[in-house]
């Protein structure tokens, strides 16, 4: 059964995408810790990162750094901060968040809930600066 990530990449779901390669996707997080809050996946579905092959992850940890650029510019903080947990959804992840204290990477303090509309403008502000 594909994962909701798979749908995402098959177009069955919609996201807020804020870039994209051949191999790989990000997206923002729909219940996101801070705003800016984007999950970088790659599109073959594995449940576990550390099984994907070398070139793949490096891939991914590229991909991930770039995007990760692009919403330090969008969304001025200290850092952004990288957490693989993975429990959720069964394919790998990386979560890319915006950080101005270590309290905004903590995955236990209530979610925001943004709309569509900000939602759509985060994506929009992140594409501009990549």
């Known amino acids: 059964m594909a994962t909701i990530f798979s749908k995402i990449v098959a177009g069955e779901i919609p996201a807020h995408i804020v870039a994209e390669t051949t191999e790989f996707l990000a997206f923002l997080d729909v219940s996101p810790l801070t705003t800016g809050h984007v999950?970088?996946?790659?599109?073959?579905?594995?449940?576990?990162?550390?099984d994907m092959d070398e070139e793949s992850y490096f891939g991914l940890t590229l991909f991930a750094k770039i995007v990760a650029g692009g919403i330090k510019k969008a969304f001025p903080c200290v850092k952004v901060g990288m957490a693989v947990i993975g429990l959720e959804v069964p394919h790998a992840h990386i979560h890319l968040i915006p950080m101005n204290s270590v309290g905004d990477m903590n995955f236990s303090k209530p979610k925001l809930n943004p709309s569509q509309e900000e939602l759509a403008e985060a994506a929009l502000k992140i594409k501009a600066q990549l």
């Open 39 to 50: 999950l970088v996946i790659p599109k073959t579905e594995i449940d576990y990162i550390f």
